[in-house]
């Protein structure tokens, strides 16, 4: 299943010895539609197995308990499947050592409504932010299994800014031709020219004229099945028939049907392309 960008209910726990604490919190929460209580706690051996076993998005802790105290709570997680934690404690000096854990917040008992407020916006803040976190995981995972490009280059290539590869995207141009519109699927194309804004398309034994630049083509095409050779140039690898040396460093591109194109000494690492 695609994980969702936008976190829908937050499943939560409430850890706390005192009773009071515990209705008083629940109550409060109850008017949250995105919170759902899915277990109460009142010691810190309780809270670690109900976590383990409800795996909720989200626990309110507290810091001082009988036995084993919030922050050993904590550490008794795998932290693969940490929840967001808001600490809420009566003592103000746990604050440097929660945030130390990664808490969203830490609220001081007694609780105001302000705070409250606060701190639910930081957990919806922090649990969209996750989710969009896990979509784009899901995403680079899935493009990679499509592209069978690895994970990394994918990574490398989002933290850069360039576009990702997108399994669904167009494989045709519309190409404007007088007062009609010619689709032009990407696999018939033979190979493209530019001269300034206009490109000439060759494809199926047709040329077709589109406005626009090669690098703004070149970015839409599929760069698996295409090459640029010159700076004025693309061609389709599976088109390519001969290599033929020129002088300089340049080669000359045989394609299906005979047509000759040239290979320019600045793109001459797309050799290997037609050398596999």
């Not at 976190?133 to 690895?150: C, E, I, S, Y």
């Not at 630049?213 to 090459?227: P, Q, S, W, Y």
């Amino acid at each position: 299943m695609e994980p969702s960008a936008e976190p829908s209910v937050l499943r939560t726990v409430i850890v706390d010895d005192e009773p009071l604490a515990r209705r008083g919190l629940r109550l409060r929460l109850a008017g949250e539609s995105d919170i759902e209580i899915v277990g109460e706690c009142s010691n810190g051996d309780e809270a670690v197995r109900v976590i383990a076993a409800e795996r909720p998005d989200l626990v309110f802790l507290d810091v001082q308990m009988p036995g084993t105290d919030g922050f050993g709570v904590l550490r008794r997680l795998p932290l693969s499947s940490l929840p967001m934690v808001v600490f809420v404690t009566a003592y103000d000096h746990y604050a440097i050592s929660a945030f130390e854990t990664n808490a969203v917040d830490y609220l001081l008992k007694p609780v105001e409504e302000a705070r409250l407020r606060q701190a639910l916006f930081r957990i919806r803040e922090t649990a969209r932010a996750r989710a969009a976190a896990r979509q784009r995981d899901h995403l680079l995972n899935l493009l990679g299994t499509v592209t069978g490009q690895p994970e990394l280059t994918l990574e490398q290539a989002l933290a850069d800014g360039a576009a990702l590869p997108d399994p669904r995207r167009p494989v045709r141009l519309a190409i404007r031709d007088g007062g009609r519109t010619v689709l032009v699927e990407e696999s018939d194309i033979d190979w493209i020219d530019a001269a300034g804004d206009y490109m000439c398309i060759h494809a199926g034994g047709a040329t077709h004229i589109l406005r626009g630049t090669l690098r703004e083509l070149e970015a839409k095409l599929d760069g698996n099945r295409f090459a640029r050779i010159h700076r004025s140039t693309i061609v389709n690898v599976d088109r390519v028939r001969e290599l033929r040396p020129h002088i300089n460093g340049e080669y000359f591109l045989t394609l299906d049907g005979g047509h000759e194109v040239k290979l320019s000494r600045s793109y001459r690492e797309q050799l290997k392309r037609f050398r596999t």
